[in-house]
């Protein structure tokens, strides 16, 4: 049976973005959930916890919006989303940030959900499908390193969310919920991370930094290289405690603690030798 836009929802991870939701807003059909999550991403240099500019009072006066809050570790904050969408008996969810919208050229929503309900059961055990996405010369990058002026596939489609969950403390992987960390590192094979061979077209989305104040764009570089050097460090950890058997006390991982890093990764430490923390 084909798909529609009730099987269907968004999933926005916000924060201090009143200037891009409108454009964002205003390129999703209006009878499709959005799911929007509000907060500050862990290790995100900024004062406030949620946003202060009327971001989370403008996404409450949308239809078909459900606006949630939540501060903590990227993984976590987008994990909401997913239980979310699961908990409202959604068949896909699918991840839009705030800095992007539907492209123009490519909102053939039709031929989407056709070629969505097409994959989806040719591919039943798959539970991840790639979009395409325009990356804009004016948009700035996030300490990466990719080409800009192209069409690029990234995981934007999740499938039953309420039953997948982001795993090894990474903002790109995901597996069942039934899986435990023991199980992903020990045995891949068997209880292996989702994988998505197959992309989905007829809806592409855009994205650019034109809308994004200096100082918002400065933090989030920062955040991102602290970011990624911390999800790193605690999947070396989830590694080091189920293949090579490091007792759980010796982990160095403590739930809502983050460490900081300097220029080459390593994590700054202060005068006495202790590691300097981020909130």
Known sequence: MALTFDDICFGISGFQCIHELPRLMGSLPEEVLKIYVDGRYALFDWPDDHSTDGSIEYMSKQPNTLVLLFTGFQPDKRQVYLDAAGALNKKFLIVIDTDEYIHKDYCDWDKFLKDLTRKSEKYPDEQIFKMKVFLDKKWTLAWNRVRRGYFRKYVRIHKDPGK????????????????????????????????????????RLGTDSELRNKQFLKSRDKWAFNNIHEERRRLYNKIAVHRYNVPPNHSTVSEGVYWTYDKDGVPLRDKNGNVILSK
């Open 164 to 203: 997948q969950k982001y795993v090894g403390d990474c903002h790109y992987m995901w597996a069942n919920k039934d899986y435990t960390d023991e199980m992903l590192i020990t045995n891949p094979e068997k209880y292996g991370v989702y994988a998505a061979p197959h992309t989905i077209d007829g809806v």
